[in-house]
């Protein structure tokens, strides 16, 4: 079962992402609410693909995007019909492939994942496991030990299933060193930049063309809608901050943890080696210990030539040219005869040729540091910060329960939350769908939530959310601005300068086509192109990635070669003057090439073995559960 652990760190990786603290409220308000989970949003030869599945995975994936973006992505756009269908589309994928490996007859048995989970270090207490641990830490999420167990069972089976399309994908070292070449390939190039800017005298707007752009544009020119909240926020570090491990804590905590307070002993030392020829036979090893020998009398007479000597003697390149130098090392670092010489002498000693299997060592010691254990007042403030963090974590699982209850048992107000909390409500500032100055309130969930049709239109309390790790936001919503268009009169100077250089940029873009068309037949006007530069795809020396783009696009078979790309500034006029393939003796780059082409011939391969599954499967999405209610 071990073996079993230890060779797919991958999925307990992601075993261990779902339960270490602090911990993911993703499920939060299902656990505490009334479910719907008869409602169907497919099938798959028979398994009901729930609402309450459809839900918790379609959350996952906007977290996911969300992070992915850094947290840059309007909310609005991830709540979408493709994103929607994409989540179903997952959901009926695993449920295929789960079919699947259980007709193969596939499984995990209960002492299996009962193995798995007694060894999670997060459910365990004094090193053991603990029931009431594992189910406190996953009720805190929203989930329950079978819903865990059964989603970690899936989980195994899935990985059981597609594993080995990755392990049996192959690409050739020829195909990678091919691919290698041509991602090393390095180019030189010129460009210049004909500017928008240069156009705007010659530009005269139609005297329509304001009021055509804003009768035809009005989406883009209305007003954020905006809510101002009361909000409420439970936090690890405020319980924390309210809160100090008594000194009976910390002494018990010092006591069971006292190696963790021993400062590891290091030594520094240097060496001179001199090594042994494996070909040589006896006489080799004989000669190579008379030297050895010979140069620890010398040492003895005058020890501060140990340096020079090494220099000078010394067969071991790493350390010769440092005069021997190893620097500090702990115990074990080294091989045995090398390891116990060091650890057996004095500081400021010089050993007798020490042997080992690259030679004789000549070592001298030039100092101790470590091997002692902190002090209880010494190690007394970093244990109480470690104790306030932990004592606080599992009273924020606590008070989550009771914090979310309260919201949804006192829908109208705030304050049963605030109280659980123990903190005052808070106002914020106007907030729009794409967050405000508070970064804890621009949180896409949090966003999703307070604008939702039950806090925005019924004034309700919103869920809990979990808005950063260890932090649950709930709100409710005081004022509310709506979207409006903007009159034109606002935003007429605006709309003048964005149709000028748009028409700017459009005349740019034809005058610089026209040049490269005459360069191309080598009657180009003369232009102050750049200095060359010979640059890569990962090495593009400050040329903007979209100049570097199309330089690498282009047919470069014949020099020089023109083309050309639209810049936010204006028309970029790009020449390619020399090309220099890859090179592929770079034997580690072309493993590692090799190894993500295989992956991605393996998922492709598993994609298709999916879709053969789906032909002779009787799929049905029910697709008026998932479209999104407006």
């Not at 994409?86 to 007709?103: D, K, M, S, T, Y």
């Not at 020829?174 to 290698?180: D, G, N, V």
Request: net charge neutral; proline share 3%; no cysteine.
């Amino acid at each position: 079962m071990y073996d079993f652990v230890y060779k797919n760190k991958r999925l307990m990786q992601f075993i261990l992402a779902l339960i270490t603290l602090p911990f993911a409220f993703f499920g939060i308000d299902s656990y505490f609410r009334a479910s719907n989970s008869a409602d169907v949003v497919a099938t798959v030869d028979g398994y009901k693909i729930t609402q309450n599945e459809f839900a918790q995975a379609l959350r996952e994936r906007q977290d996911s995007l969300q992070r992915m973006s850094g947290n840059r992505l309007d909310p609005a756009m991830l709540d979408n019909s493709e994103v929607r269908f994409a989540v179903v589309e997952g959901l009926i994928q695993q449920q295929l492939l789960v079919q699947r490996a259980q007709q193969l007859g596939f499984a995990v048995t209960d002492r299996q994942v009962q193995e798995i989970v007694n060894n999670i270090d997060a459910f365990k207490e004094d090193g053991k496991f603990s029931y009431s641990r594992y189910e406190g830490l996953l009720k805190s999420q929203g989930m329950s030990p079978l819903s865990f167990e059964q989603s970690m069972r899936k989980n195994i089976i899935l990985d059981q299933v597609a594993q080995p399309f990755g392990a049996a994908s192959f690409v050739s070292r020829a195909e990678a060193a091919l691919l290698l070449r041509i991602t090393e390939q390095q180019r030189e190039i010129s460009y210049f930049t004909v500017a928008n800017t240069s156009f705007l005298p010659q530009i005269k707007l139609a005297d329509d063309a304001v009021q055509k752009y804003y009768d035809s544009h009005q989406d883009e020119l209305k007003t954020a809608e905006q809510v101002q909240l009361e909000f409420v926020v439970l936090s690890a570090e405020g319980i924390a901050a309210r809160s100090a491990p008594s000194t009976a804590e910390v002494r018990k905590a010092y006591d069971e943890n006292i190696k963790r307070y021993e400062a590891k002993e290091s030594r520094e030392a240097s060496h001179i080696l001199i090594a042994v020829d494996a070909s040589g036979g006896a006489d080799a090893k004989v000669k190579a210990k008379i030297k050895a020998d010979q140069l620890y009398t010398q040492l003895k007479a005058k020890p501060q030539k140990f340096a020079a000597l090494a220099k000078e003697h010394s067969q071991d390149p790493g350390s010769a040219t440092k005069g021997g130098d190893l620097g500090y090392f702990e115990r074990g670092s080294m091989v045995k005869a090398f390891d116990d010489a060091v650890f057996g002498m004095k500081a400021g000693e010089i050993s007798a040729p020490v042997e080992s299997e690259f030679g004789y060592h000549i070592i001298r010691l030039a100092n101790v540091r470590g091997g002692k254990v902190k002090t209880f007042d010494q190690a007394r403030p970093e244990i109480e910060a470690e104790l306030k963090k932990q004592n606080a974590a599992l009273k924020f699982a606590e008070l989550a329960e009771s914090f979310s209850n309260a919201l949804f048992e006192h829908p109208d107000s705030l304050k049963a939350a605030a109280e659980i909390a123990m903190i005052e409500p808070q106002k914020s500032a106007w907030i729009s769908r794409s967050g405000g100055n508070n970064p804890l309130l621009s949180n896409p969930k949090f966003i999703g939530s307070v604008f939702s049709e039950e806090v925005l239109r019924n004034k309700k309390n919103s869920d809990a959310v979990e808005v950063a790790p260890g932090i649950l936001i709930a709100a409710r919503v005081i004022d509310y601005k709506p979207s409006t268009i903007k009159p034109i009169d606002d935003v007429k100077d605006e709309l003048i300068k964005k149709l000028t250089n748009q028409q700017a940029a459009q005349l740019a873009a034809q005058d610089g086509r026209a040049q490269i068309d005459a360069m191309r037949e080598g009657k180009g006007r003369e232009v102050r192109w750049s200095s060359a530069l010979m640059v890569g795809r990962g090495d593009p020396k400050g040329v903007p990635v979209e100049v570097l783009r199309q330089a690498f696009k282009v047919d470069a078979t014949k020099t020089p070669a023109y083309t050309g790309v639209e810049l936010p500034n204006g028309y970029a006029l790009v020449k390619v003057t020399q090309v220099k393939e890859g090179v592929d003796t770079a034997k580690d780059k072309q493993n590692a090439i090799s190894r993500t082409m295989s992956q991605v011939v393996g998922q492709a391969e598993l994609a298709a073995y999916i879709a053969s599954l789906r032909t002779k499967a009787d799929v049905k999405i029910k697709q008026e559960a998932i479209e999104k209610k407006s």
